[in-house]
């Protein structure tokens, strides 16, 4: 019997690695999931860059206070987010619906649902991701043809949280569940090196 329990435990000592060092199969229903807003490589074994397709929508989301409806609005203008997925806070990921029709705020009526899903990326406390900005009223005016980054403001920077559009649900929903594996995955492997 004591023999049998060490094969399987040598059998099961093993698997558990490979099972959680696979990083391979979240990232890629990640970018499949996030192929039509835009594009996720692998920049290291721990480490993502996405690049959301620009220019990316201004999101309205309404917001009950005190019995009246506020809209707050949101623009990520990012041409890439690097993203140490051990950086990121798996808790503070939040999917929203919102609404990128520019005249919502006139429309809506208690009750209506967001056209696009936005999910929500927060680094843990101290952490921030390096982006790079564009400036969406220069990107709005050029013309046809490849431009430079200058030509439509792009600059590096930081910050604590971005957010991602997706226009349809169930992709937003299969990011955001491959996105918290993801980052568990890298979070185990950092806190075994």
């Avoid at 309205?60 to 609005?73: F, Q, R």
């Avoid at 050029?142 to 600059?155: E, N, R």
Wanted: hydrophobic content about 40%.
């Amino acid at each position: 019997m004591s023999k049998l329990s060490a094969v399987l435990l040598s059998c099961l000592a093993l698997a558990l690695p490979c099972a959680t060092q696979n990083l391979a199969t979240p990232i890629q229903i990640m970018k499949d999931s996030y192929a039509p807003s835009g594009n996720i490589e692998m920049l290291d074994s721990r480490t993502i860059v996405i690049e959301p397709k620009m220019p990316s929508p201004l999101c309205a989301m309404p917001v009950n206070k005190d019995g009246k409806t506020i809209w707050s609005y949101y623009a990520f203008p990012l041409a890439s987010i690097v993203v140490p997925l051990d950086s990121v806070d798996e808790t503070l990921i939040s999917e929203n619906l919102v609404f990128t029709d520019p005249d919502a705020a006139r429309a809506y009526k208690p009750g209506d649902v967001g056209d696009t899903t936005m999910i929500v990326i927060a680094g843990v406390q101290g952490k921030q991701f390096h982006t790079v900005t564009y400036d969406r009223d220069k990107f709005a005016h050029l013309g046809p043809g490849p431009h430079s980054g200058a030509a439509y403001g792009q600059a590096p920077d930081d910050t604590e949280a971005f957010g991602l559009t997706f226009s349809d649900r169930a992709a937003a929903r299969a990011f955001e569940v491959a996105l918290k594996d993801a980052v568990l995955l890298a979070k185990s492997r950092a806190a075994r090196q």
